[in-house]
């Protein structure tokens, strides 16, 4: 007889278990067995899930005690900043949804604390893109940066066959297929030197095949379609691709009368395809002087630089300490000037600055509105001289140096570059008609420009017109004027600010304005004096 003190169905279950007929005992020995293989599949599944957030933590417990030790030095790597950034969108959301398996509240209520302060998707694309940056201004590729050997740095940060694979996607989502084929050319090539891989081989060939027949390369785009049928022949696509590639091929051969030539053996690397052109008329000349190339001093006229000691016209508080000045160029005049901020100075100005800093932005020429833009990557803020006296002490020092009032000059404004933070070429001055906001103190008639950190590597401020090329040396300050004493724009000025390969760039910038400066900065005698 059976008891069942409860009405749990696993009492019942027992209870039945007895009512059994003995031919049907063999079938229950063989359930069993199967509900232990079952009990223990589970098992299996909870020990690898354990497994797996195991590894991550001890991944993760090294990768921050690496960060935490010099988080500047670790973030001056931008594929250390790139990776920081996938890591927080991509990677630690797949934690999230391996622990939300058999929820951790702890976990999850920490999780939901700090999720608001990630990186969403459009953080991780533009680290992605600054890396693309990188990458065409100083010709790197896609082997150097997916090594870490990058210039002035010693730190190795790598880049795996999936990191490659997801720029590779970043730059196609974008119909970017130029660093789309570069990408996941890196890609295929680390995943076929054996390296271990969530990507597939055939997803990898099925991104970079089209990627390479939108670059207009047939052969190549015919040769590793082939290659991706041969080990994926269901692939849904790559029947139908293949087909359509070589109909068009053959057209095209028709056409030109000309017989078939295989694809090249080659590899596929920079120089393979050319960078389509873009909205810069000046990028070849302007990524080269970022490079150090094509700089148009030479020895003559280096002959006729100097360097002095300035006073400022007897200024009382440059009689005692005068300011040392470095003829930069000889014309337009740029100069430098030398420890023009001591180091405590400019500490202080990054600490009241970094509560503001904010995306920086550009005057929309058509609407006059101020908005983003991808050709200005930093981060800015702005200091008047009552929120420290030590920036009341700057204003007044760059009055004295130039001797140019700054009573109608705009604040002191702050800006931070990080990895692939750049200001492409623009002019300082705004061009006729004046920006509303530019008709009561006049137009920008100098820029005084302070440089508040050494860059390891990138970071120059460049001059595409005349050639000119002015490195980051901390402490110290270049000055010129955009305005001819006519006040007519010198278009000579347009300037940019290099993307930064290694490390991170501090400047800070005082735009003198023309009202106020009658009698400091009289006209000439012509309209280019």
């Known amino acids: 007889m059976c008891h069942t003190p409860f009405s749990a169905p696993y009492a019942i279950q027992q209870c039945r278990k007895w009512r059994v007929e003995p031919s049907q005992m063999t079938d229950l020995i063989y359930t069993e067995?199967?509900?232990?293989?079952?009990?223990?599949?589970?098992?299996?599944?909870?020990?690898?899930?354990?497994?797996?957030?195991?590894?991550?933590?001890s991944k993760l417990d090294a990768l921050t005690r690496v960060s935490t030790s010099d988080p500047e030095g670790y973030l001056a790597h931008p594929v250390n900043a790139y990776k920081l950034m996938k890591r927080l969108n991509t990677e630690w959301s797949e934690l999230e949804s391996l622990v939300l398996q058999n929820p951790s509240d702890g976990f999850i209520s920490n999780m939901s604390i700090h999720r608001q302060y990630f990186p969403d998707e459009e953080d991780e694309t533009g680290a992605a893109k600054a890396l693309?940056?990188?990458?065409?201004?100083?010709?790197?590729?896609?082997?150097?940066?997916?090594?870490?050997?990058?210039?002035?740095?010693?730190?190795?940060?790598?880049?795996?066959?999936?990191?490659?694979?997801?720029?590779?996607?970043?730059?196609?989502?974008?119909?970017?297929?130029?660093?789309?084929?570069?990408?996941?050319?890196?890609?295929?090539?680390?995943?076929?030197?054996?390296?271990?891989?969530?990507?597939?081989?055939?997803?990898?060939?099925?991104?970079?095949?089209?990627?390479?027949?939108?670059?207009?390369?047939?052969?190549?785009?015919?040769?590793?379609?082939?290659?991706?049928?041969?080990?994926?022949?269901?692939?849904?696509?790559?029947?139908?691709?293949?087909?359509?590639?070589?109909?068009?091929?053959?057209?095209?051969?028709?056409?030109?009368?000309?017989?078939?030539?295989?694809?090249?053996?080659?590899?596929?690397?920079?120089?393979?395809?050319?960078?389509?052109?873009?909205?810069?008329?000046?990028?070849?000349?302007?990524?080269?002087?970022?490079?150090?190339?094509?700089?148009?001093?030479?020895?003559?006229?280096?002959?006729?630089?100097?360097?002095?000691?300035?006073?400022?016209?007897?200024?009382?508080?440059?009689?005692?300490?005068?300011?040392?000045?470095?003829?930069?160029?000889?014309?337009?005049?740029?100069?430098r000037y030398l420890e023009v901020l001591s180091h405590e100075e400019i500490e202080k100005i990054k600490e009241l600055a970094k509560p503001r800093l904010a995306r920086a932005t550009v005057r929309d020429p058509k609407t006059g509105v101020l908005t983003t833009a991808n050709y200005r990557v930093s981060k800015s803020a702005w200091l008047e001289g009552e929120d420290d006296p030590v920036i009341a002490r700057v204003n007044q020092r760059i009055e004295d140096?130039?001797?140019?009032?700054?009573?109608?000059?705009?604040?002191l404004q702050v800006a931070n570059y990080g990895v692939g933070g750049q200001y492409e070429p623009h002019y300082d001055f705004s061009r006729r008609p004046f920006d509303s906001n530019l008709k009561v103190d006049g137009n920008r008639l100098a820029t005084f420009l302070n440089y508040m950190s050494d860059v390891k590597a990138g970071g120059a401020?460049?001059?595409?017109?005349?050639?000119?090329?002015i490195w980051p040396r901390k402490g110290t300050a270049v000055f010129w004027y955009n305005l001819f004493k006519s006040g007519e724009g010198d278009y000579r000025t347009r300037h940019a600010a290099c993307p930064v390969l290694v490390g991170s760039k501090w400047v800070s910038n005082k735009w003198l304005h023309e009202r106020g400066q009658e009698f400091r900065r009289p006209c000439g005698l012509t309209e280019v004096d």
């Open 461 to 469: 401020t460049v001059f595409p017109d005349f050639g000119a090329a």
């Open 132 to 335: 693309m940056r990188l990458q065409d201004t100083y010709q790197l590729d896609s082997e150097t940066f997916s090594r870490g050997k990058l210039p002035g740095n010693q730190r190795i940060a790598m880049l795996t066959v999936d990191d490659c694979f997801d720029m590779g996607k970043t730059a196609y989502n974008d119909a970017d297929y130029y660093h789309a084929v570069l990408w996941m050319q890196q890609s295929l090539r680390q995943l076929d030197a054996g390296e271990e891989a969530v990507v597939s081989k055939s997803d990898i060939l099925d991104y970079l095949s089209y990627s390479v027949y939108q670059m207009g390369d047939l052969p190549r785009a015919i040769e590793l379609t082939r290659r991706l049928v041969a080990i994926d022949p269901s692939h849904q696509r790559a029947g139908g691709n293949l087909r359509y590639f070589e109909r068009l091929m053959f057209k095209q051969l028709n056409e030109l009368n000309q017989a078939y030539q295989p694809s090249s053996e080659e590899p596929i690397q920079l120089g393979t395809y050319s960078r389509p052109k873009d909205h810069l008329p000046e990028r070849e000349a302007y990524e080269a002087l970022c490079r150090g190339e094509g700089v148009q001093m030479n020895e003559r006229r280096r002959s006729h630089l100097f360097c002095r000691y300035q006073d400022g016209n007897r200024n009382p508080r440059l009689l005692l300490k005068p300011i040392m000045e470095e003829d930069e160029w000889d014309s337009p005049h740029i100069v």
């Open 401 to 411: 140096i130039t001797g140019l009032t700054v009573d109608t000059a705009e604040l």
């Open 33 to 57: 067995k199967e509900l232990v293989q079952s009990l223990r599949d589970y098992i299996k599944a909870e020990e690898s899930k354990l497994a797996a957030v195991k590894s991550w933590a």
